[in-house]
């Protein structure tokens, strides 16, 4: 079912995304240096992060069954990682906006499945 997969991809570069936001080198690039982000959007930051990898867990299950749907997962978890690494380093001050269209797409495709399921 692809667009379970396509959301587990969008979870996983939305949670990974937010996740490097709060490290302070990261946040530097994107907002400037000798900003420090406050505490409360530093967890804010954290929750939203585990929370979409915990979704993008949750959708490869769906997909894949436990048996595979955790491996697929790693594997999705991986390439997400590579994803946000070269967002880092070649466009900081995009990421933002990618993280919040990569979890668009999640829920998007999300929807997308539960409706397919429906019909």
Sequence with gaps: MWPVCVAGIGF???GFTWLAQTIDRHHADIFGRGVEPLPSRVR????QGWIALALALAACVVAQGWAFGVIYWAGLLT???LTVVGAFSYAPQVTPRIARGA???GVAAALAAILIVQA
Excluded: N, Q
Excluded at 44 to 47: F, I, S
């Design 103 to 105: 979890i668009g797409i």
């Design 12 to 14: 996983a570069v939305g």
């Design 44 to 47: 804010r930051l954290r929750w």
């Design 79 to 81: 390439v997400s990682a």
